[in-house]
């Protein structure tokens, strides 16, 4: 299992930007993918955005454009940057890993250990 531990979170204004970062230990963060999974009040956790272990990467449509996931294999860290942020943005963001990028997207075969994610607020 990897241990993951979100930071970054905040209130900030409707397009205003944040740098969500995902600290991962456990096991050495070159044998899996991570991604980014918000979860807005009322709604079920939603995968957002992924890198792959080659550093590819995946969105969805609402943040293409606006959301960059990026890794730091030294650091053990995965960022995501956030950009022309929009009050839909709102939600506790959480990070989790799967062996291939294919599995963290679709949530499935997951390897984290849920954190405690981090407070995205988007004024409006």
């Known amino acids: 299992q990897v241990q993951l531990v979100e930071s970054g979170g905040g209130l900030v204004q409707h397009g205003g930007p944040l740098r969500l970062s995902c600290v991962a230990s456990?096991?050495?963060?070159?044998?899996?993918?991570m991604a980014w999974f918000p979860q807005a009040p009322g709604k079920e956790r939603e995968f957002v955005s992924a890198i792959g272990r080659d550093y590819s990467t995946s969105y969805v449509d609402a943040v293409k454009g606006r959301f960059t996931i990026s890794r730091d294999y030294v650091e053990n860290t995965a960022y995501l940057q956030m950009n022309s942020l929009k009050p839909e943005d709102t939600a506790v963001y959480y990070c989790?890993?799967?062996?291939?990028?294919?599995?963290?997207?679709?949530?499935?075969?997951?390897?984290?250990?849920w954190g405690q994610g981090t407070q995205v607020t988007v004024s409006s």
């Open positions: 989790n890993a799967a062996q291939e990028i294919e599995e963290v997207t679709t949530m499935r075969s997951l390897i984290g250990n």
């Open positions: 456990g096991r050495t963060s070159r044998t899996y993918a």
